[in-house]
């Protein structure tokens, strides 16, 4: 056993820190974390999960306008925010107690405040001192609203989860995750939306087939884009906030969501103390180990800003647990990490778009059908869904999968392992679909378009 006074000692209680922590007491480690907030993280506290709460909130809108297509009368039904966001931090309290139960049943020493560096193996968490062979920073990241006058007149996404009331009209900047997600969230619960964006189509990096298939959803539903136009300024007015625009049009709303993007939370982690080097926009920087500048220092998670996603941070912290005290040796490894998006209409991908195989040259064969979901049918709703294969013409290997529509999201989580596993073309097409549904799409399509 080390002089130290733990094996372990991680900075952040999220999906990452947690994680490891937990793996690595599970293999003889004597680890403690520290926590300045709530034990859970971004994830659990305000971020998907409490994200995901409201969408199904908002898809009651949705169901109660297509129930008369199946026969049903519905009463003008009310809507209570208040009550809404009572129940969503009941479940968010209840959450933390479980991840605090779960750092408790592992032996994992949990210290309330914030933890700060002061060489590569002493972490001061306020008064205290603790020395340990091995750190681990996991302190994943924080909103990012750009510099301009006003700004502080809009919120993020931390606060758009206590709101004390709905707005009429939001304004949502940003065109990535965060934005689309609420965009969706807020017109489902009658909030008059308009998203604005500086470039000319929402979600950059994904499938022009799945930007386009969700713009012309999230239209459909009643949000109104901006395109070319982010805001400069912002100032209160009579009656709400005036956003002039970077094009010089003025106009107002009741509220202003900031989602633009996310950094990584390093400030005052006193990084420079201990030599830990950091990169571009402050992330830290990490080899394929999770392993900083300083040999007896790891980040894993949102800080170091490789892939921005709960599951990858989990994967991370494990890797790292198990590599440095089960004696495994496990890389991370990002390739084919599938992802969603909870807007409306939802998004389910995996591996690369059309665009991205083309850019690395690859000859690409892509299937794709659109097509009005079965539930919409008699509902009579207009929108379509998408999905997407894009194949190696060479390999027949399959590189991407992409859907957008009902339950996209669940959908991916199988097709991902098909896509991972290295399945080509013809293994889809000799699988039997399941029908009826959305999915068996996916294994009967036949002409490349
Ligand atoms: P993203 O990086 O996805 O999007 C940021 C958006 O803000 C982009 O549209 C970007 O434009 C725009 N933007 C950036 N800077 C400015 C600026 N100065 N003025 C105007 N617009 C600007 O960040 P999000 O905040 O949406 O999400 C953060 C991360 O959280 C994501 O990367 C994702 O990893 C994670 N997340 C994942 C979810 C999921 O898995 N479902 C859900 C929510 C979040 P441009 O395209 O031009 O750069």
């Not at 490891?20 to 680890?31: F, K, M, N, P």
């Not at 990490?337 to 690395?360: C, D, H, K, M, W």
């Amino acid at each position: 056993m080390s002089d130290y006074d733990y094996d372990l000692f991680v900075i952040g209680a999220g999906s990452g820190g947690v994680r490891a922590s937990r793996i690595a007491a599970g293999h003889g480690a004597r680890v403690a974390i520290c926590e300045e907030s709530r034990v859970g993280g971004t994830c659990v506290i305000r971020g998907c999960v409490p994200k995901k709460l409201l969408v199904y909130a908002s898809q009651f809108a949705e169901s109660f306008a297509d129930a008369p297509g199946y026969g049903w009368t519905v009463p003008p039904a009310e809507f209570s925010w208040a009550d809404l966001i009572a129940a969503k931090d009941r479940e968010i309290d209840r959450l933390n107690r479980v991840y605090l139960g779960l750092l408790d049943n592992a032996g994992v020493d949990l210290h309330m405040g914030r933890g700060r560096l002061i060489d590569g193996h002493t972490v001061a968490v306020g008064e205290q001192r603790f020395t340990a062979e091995k750190i681990l920073i996991a302190t994943g990241g924080r909103p990012w609203v750009p510099d301009i006058p006003g700004a502080s007149l809009g919120f993020s996404s931390d606060e758009a989860f206590h709101l004390d009331r709905l707005p009429e009209r939001i304004l949502i900047a940003g065109a990535g995750y965060i934005a689309v997600e609420f965009a969706g969230i807020f017109s489902g619960l009658g909030v008059d939306v308009t998203l604005a964006y500086r470039r000319d189509r929402i979600l950059r990096g994904f499938d022009d087939d799945i930007r386009r298939a969700v713009e012309a959803g999230m239209e459909g539903r009643g949000i109104r884009f901006r395109y070319h136009a982010a805001p400069a300024r912002l100032e209160t007015v009579d009656d709400g906030i005036e956003v002039t625009f970077s094009d010089d049009h003025a106009e107002t709303f009741d509220a202003v969501m900031f989602a633009t993007g996310r950094a990584p939370y390093t400030w005052d982690l006193g990084l420079e103390d201990a030599g830990v080097h950091t990169g571009p926009g402050n992330r830290i920087e990490v080899d394929e180990f999770s392993r900083t500048s300083v040999a007896s220092v790891f980040a894993v998670g949102d800080v170091t800003d490789r892939v921005n996603l709960t599951p990858v941070a989990l994967m991370e912290g494990h890797a790292f647990a198990d590599t440095q005290f089960a004696g495994a040796k496990r890389p991370i490894d990002h390739a084919d990490t599938p992802a969603a998006i909870f807007s409306q209409p939802p998004v389910g991908t995996v591996g690369l778009s059309e665009e991205q195989a083309r850019e690395q040259g690859l000859e690409v064969k892509v299937f794709r059908s659109r097509f009005t979901p079965m539930k919409y049918t008699l509902a009579g709703r207009a929108e379509k869904g998408m999905m997407k294969l894009v194949v190696d013409a060479r390999s027949d290997r399959v590189l991407g999968c992409h859907v957008v529509g009902p339950d996209a999201p669940e959908m991916l989580q199988g097709f991902a392992v098909a896509v991972r596993a290295g399945l080509t073309k013809a293994d889809f097409d000799r699988t039997i679909g399941i029908h009826p549904t959305a999915a068996e799409e996916l294994v009967t399509l036949r002409q490349p378009v």
